[in-house]
């Protein structure tokens, strides 16, 4: 076995979702989470089939998401891991749906921030062991810091 | 620390379900989750517990798939970690009830591909890292290969 | 990319909870996950943003809580993880709420524990790649230490 | 406004659950929660759109139950209701699957007892207040009773 | 006790969720839930205060549709009910996460139809028995209607 | 078919959770989620059984709050109701994990005040149309009330 690190393609700091399911419904099944969360959402699903034929499976509602997520699913290539790329929305929207989808596993990470995924590959096949998800802290929040998070929340709207 | 590889005994090719947990509850929680799921349900449960005894904890419906699962959990002996192996049911018929038992973490895979378990060892204990859930992907779905996949979830009753 | 391991900080043998989630938002609302589910609560939670700033996040209801949440997230410094200690009260009273936060990613492990964070670390930042939750298994329970699980729950009132 | 009493028609005393929803999607979304609890569900759903054509809209996947869930869902005529009949499967396999589809608003009921339910019927349409679940209480249960609920319980297999 | 219809005021016919929560907190997490689900919701909540003041508590994010709220909430007078009216969004987008708020009860319906509340008012106060949530069937959908149906839900994107 | 009025006996305010649930196993399952919610939870639960025996059907950790409950639920007489009362606890570290049993239909309320239970009464048996819970609206919060209702759920500690 030996690990490998595969850097997410992704140009425009566009958010996305990675997780593991098991079953090509999958695809299906999240783009319905994706389409009632968000009216008019724009995404890519991709998924890595890991029997039979495993092929990368796709859908969505945009041509340039769809090839994102096809050309970094491909790139992982790691039974039964998925990867969401999505645009004038946020993971928030989608998450707990996607979460919810009876076939899906687990959530690696949602994000804008550069991702590294590490990548567990032997004779049978790859598996995605955790995700590098921005960077490394860089120190503790003080008071200021704190209270400027806590405006930044309000002044956006997701706090009262 | 040492990462090391534990292939999953699975020679009839059987579903399970392979997840985190944190408490011995675990066991009749998921058995709970597994029969109020699917009504005559078989299949064999058995749960790393990790301080204490540290014993591998069981139950089930089914002494094969409980003794299945008793051997893989001691294979892995990674604390706090679970495994499931049904028969004539799927784990979507189960896993979200499973992910909603209280003391359930996080779902690795759940499948019916082989998998191989890449566990970290220390001096402490032994953890999870990822699995490898079937094969590596061999290319991206065609128009036709998609046409055939759903399909598929038409025939098999899935979706309409 | 190299491999680390993290030893949590938790010498009084406190329960904790450890995640991955994917905004800054998550402080506040792990903290409102914990206060709707135990009245009282005493924690503390503190989580590594992994953008911008990159500051360890924080808050809580109790000082020294607070400040081992800090100092592991800080030692641990994985992009968008998350840490929360707890005190009279446990995970099971609040995990699925925790799970059920819209920007949660996945959960680790929640436990009381000695716990090994297996880590990665590359020029970009660290990820979680999993843990070492307690122990390695002994030993497979035999119908007497079945008998005592069975009555050691139903003794502390969580089964009847 | 006047109130009516309406008797579900249901001579083989076959589960059934009665809920209300917001959308004609209902009926393919309670279809998959079905399959995705069961494998090789035998189901009929029938549910009342509301506005545009008002049909009672159907699916499933036995001839019998669909029209049994027609002839109910016209009786009731109830704006957004829906009712769905099953076989050989329990309501405790797919009750919160779908209590979780995203367009359900609430259950009524779920029970294989007598039902009678009460409508309010207006100029503008026919709402349901409420049920007759069953048969009204006639006593409170002794030691005796609720060890032999208990007993039951763990006979057939609920618990253990 | 006397019942009373209150027709819901709804000139524009927006999509409104009238549900039953607990807590003044309502009104925030509602909010919360909202603006979590849909990136820019515009929005009015108002909550029918039981106890103390016993005032209609509101937020949102859109003046008119604030006022909206009131109205309609002060209209209905019913201890610990709430409603929600919503533009540019859909119920869909929302409903689970507000049906998962820890202090919302249940939902009466999610609709852009013409609703008529059936209250009952006793000395004491006012509680929702039910609604008229649009029209009566008027028939049972041929296959034409099925496939109509069918069609609608992929030509606008909600099924594959 | 007539309706009556049948007020819930709370002489200390207690806090209640009334329901509609499927299922003898339903006073099991809430006891379980009482007690994976609160630790030391103090509570009674009673179940109006809706068929067989039709007896009301209870548990609890507190002898007072079980006589409590039973007197209730038979008072209601209402087939697959039923009712919890707590103390020392509130509805919202629970309700959640109550809503999630996968019997329970709906939630009719979860509150400390007064309550009023509008019931139908046929020849067949007796169901719940809904509930007066506490008072009716006596105005719209002004931005004074606004304030003082931000500032006390910060004050108790439920927002920051």
């Not at 645009?87 to 989808?101: E, G, R, S």
């Not at 899906?104 to 955790?130: D, K, M, S, W």
Request: net charge negative.
């Amino acid at each position: 076995m030996e690990l490998i690190t595969v850097t997410i393609d992704n140009p425009d700091g566009l958010n996305l979702i990675l997780g593991h399911s098991h079953f090509i419904k999958t695809v299906e099944d999240v783009f319905e989470a994706m389409v009632n969360g968000v009216a008019g959402a724009k995404f890519g699903i991709a998924f890595c089939e890991a029997s039979d034929k495993c092929l990368v499976r796709y859908t969505g509602t945009d041509p340039e998401l769809i090839e994102l997520a096809q050309k970094n699913a491909y790139a992982l290539s790691a039974g039964h891991s998925f990867i969401v790329f999505m645009k004038d929305m946020f993971p928030i929207n989608v998450l707990n749906a996607i979460k919810a989808v009876p076939e899906v596993c687990r959530i690696f990470c949602a994000t804008a921030n550069p991702v590294e995924v590490i990548i567990a590959r032997t004779e049978q096949g790859r598996g995605i062991l955790g995700v590098i998800d921005g960077f490394a802290s860089r120190g503790i929040e003080t008071k200021e810091d704190m209270e400027a998070r806590k405006g930044l929340l309000r002044a956006i709207g997701y706090k009262q």
